[in-house]
């Protein structure tokens, strides 16, 4: 049995912080996406089988139109 991994990507956007939203809310694995302040736009949280699908959804991502910058987080575990 496979166990799901959780990340966290985070975007530095430029221009239409929405229109990339909807854009990732199609993509697989997707949680949940967070609009935010502070130095980063967006933060997606993500649920996966394992890091090649991370790095396939990571491509996804950083080849939408007004991606500027990303980061991601592997969770190792959650507290609660």
Do not use: C, Q, W
């Not at 991994?5 to 912080?17: N, P, Q, R, S, Y």
């Amino acid at each position: 049995m496979v166990k799901e991994m959780e990340a966290f990507i985070l975007l530095k956007v430029k221009g239409d912080h929405r229109g990339v939203m909807e854009e990732i809310s199609k993509f697989p694995y997707i949680k949940r996406i967070y609009n935010i302040a502070g130095d980063r736009d967006v933060l997606i949280e993500v649920k996966m089988r394992g890091l090649d699908d991370l790095k396939d959804l990571i491509n996804k991502v950083r080849s939408l139109d007004n991606i500027l910058e990303t980061t991601s987080y592997i969770a190792l575990s959650r507290y609660k």
